[in-house]
C-alpha cells in the first residue's frame, strides 16, 4: 500500500491551503472534501473581507477557486468523508468505509458546524423553515415574519440581514441581556423591523409537513408560562460545535471539543498531525485565520517530516 507523505481532512479555506502548500512543497497531498466541500463558506453568499477581492466575492465561487489552486499543484482531491482514524501509530490510517489510505503525517481541517436545539420538530423541519444560516435562506422570507434564536453577534447579523427580505424579525434570547457586541446590539436596537423576545427558549417548532413552519411554542425562562408565536421561518444562532467526534479519545481536546493546538504552531497531542482552522479556533474564525492557519500546519507538518528521515 502506498503511505502517503499527508493527508488532509476537510476542504474548507484551511484544508485547502494546506493543500496548496503540500502541494507546491512536493509532498502530494491527498485530500478528503467531506460531505460539505469548500466549508461553511459555501453557504454564505458574499465574502466581502477576504483581502485581495475588493469587490468582493461569492462564497461558493471564492472555495473554487481555493480548490482549483490546490489541484494545479497535484492535491488529489477525493469527495469522499472520512468514518475512522487510527492515530496511535505511524504511518497514520484512515478509513473511507473499508477503504484504508496511509499517511506519514495528517492535517485536520473538518471545521465546526452549526448548533441546533436538537427538537424532534426542528429537524423535522429543516429546510422547510428552520435553518442555520440567514445568508442561504433569508431570500426565501420576502415579505414574511421570522426569529431569529440567540443573542451574540452571530444572532444580530443575521436579524440584521434578515430584515432586507421580511417583514418582521424577532429575536428571541434566553436572558434578558444580550451576549453580542455593542455596536451590534445598537445596530438592532435602531432597527425598527426587529423586536426582542426576552427571557424566552424554543419548546418546539411546529407546522405542517408539506407546508412547512407556522410557529413556535415559547417558554419564559422566569415565568415558566408557555404560549405560541406564529412565524414562517426560524433562523437559529446559538454557536457551532467542532467536527472532532473522528477524533475522540486520541488526540488532546479542550472541554468544548476544540482540538488543542501547541501555543504559536498547529502542533496537536500526537507527534505528526497537525490541526488548522475552526476546528482548533473558536476565536477568530475567519476565512483568512483558517487559511493562515492552514499554511501553518503545511509548513508545519514538511518540516516534521524532513527531521523524520
Ligand atoms: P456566541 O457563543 O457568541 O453566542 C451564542 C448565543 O446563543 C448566546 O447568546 C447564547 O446565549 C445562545 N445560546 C447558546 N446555546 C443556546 C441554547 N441551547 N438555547 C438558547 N440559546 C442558546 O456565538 P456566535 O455564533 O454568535 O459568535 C461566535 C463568535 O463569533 C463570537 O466571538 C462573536 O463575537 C463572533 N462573531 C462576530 C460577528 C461580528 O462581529 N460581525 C458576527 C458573528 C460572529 P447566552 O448569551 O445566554 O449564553
Same mark, same amino acid.
Given at each position: 500500500m502506498v503511505v502517503r507523505k499527508v493527508i488532509i481532512i476537510g476542504s474548507g479555506p484551511a484544508g485547502l491551503t494546506a493543500a496548496i502548500y503540500t502541494a507546491r512543497a512536493n509532498m502530494s497531498p491527498l485530500l478528503f472534501e467531506g460531505n460539505q466541500p469548500g466549508g461553511q463558506l459555501t453557504i454564505t453568499t458574499e465574502v466581502e473581507n477576504y483581502p485581495g477581492f475588493p469587490e468582493g466575492i461569492m462564497g461558493p465561487e471564492i472555495m473554487e477557486l481555493f480548490k482549483n489552486q490546490a489541484i494545479r499543484f497535484g492535491t488529489d482531491v477525493l469527495f469522499k468523508q472520512v468514518t475512522k482514524v487510527d492515530?496511535?501509530? #505511524?504511518p497514520f490510517k484512515v478509513w473511507v468505509g473499508n477503504e484504508l489510505y496511509k499517511s506519514e503525517t495528517l492535517i485536520i481541517a473538518t471545521g465546526a458546524s452549526a448548533n441546533l436545539l436538537g427538537l424532534e420538530s426542528e429537524k423535522k423541519f429543516i429546510g422547510k423553515g428552520v435553518s442555520v444560516c440567514a445568508t442561504c435562506d433569508g431570500f426565501f422570507y420576502q415579505g414574511k415574519e421570522v426569529l431569529v434564536i440567540g443573542g451574540g453577534d452571530a444572532a444580530m447579523e443575521e436579524a440584521i440581514f434578515l430584515t432586507k427580505f421580511a417583514s418582521k424579525v424577532s429575536i428571541v434570547h434566553r436572558r434578558d441581556e444580550l451576549r453580542a457586541s455593542r455596536i451590534m446590539q445598537e445596530r438592532v436596537f435602531k432597527n425598527p423591523k426587529i423586536n426582542i423576545i426576552w427571557n424566552a427558549v424554543i419548546e418546539e417548532v411546529v407546522g405542517k409537513e408539506d407546508t412547512g413552519v407556522t410557529g413556535v411554542i415559547l417558554r419564559? !425562562?422566569? !415565568?415558566n408560562e408557555t404560549r405560541e408565536v406564529n412565524c414562517d421561518g426560524v433562523f437559529f444562532a446559538i454557536g457551532h460545535v467542532p467536527n472532532t467526534s473522528l477524533f475522540k479519545g486520541q488526540l488532546d481536546m479542550d472541554s468544548r471539543g476544540y482540538i488543542i493546538t501547541k501555543d504559536g504552531s498547529t502542533k496537536t497531542s500526537v507527534e505528526g498531525v497537525f490541526s488548522a482552522g475552526d476546528v482548533q479556533d473558536y476565536?477568530? #474564525?475567519q476565512a483568512i485565520t483558517a487559511a493562515g492557519s492552514g499554511c501553518m500546519a503545511a509548513l508545519d507538518a514538511e518540516r516534521w517530516l524532513e527531521v523524520q528521515q
Open positions: 492515530l496511535s501509530e #505511524r419564559d !425562562t422566569v !415565568t476565536i477568530y #474564525r
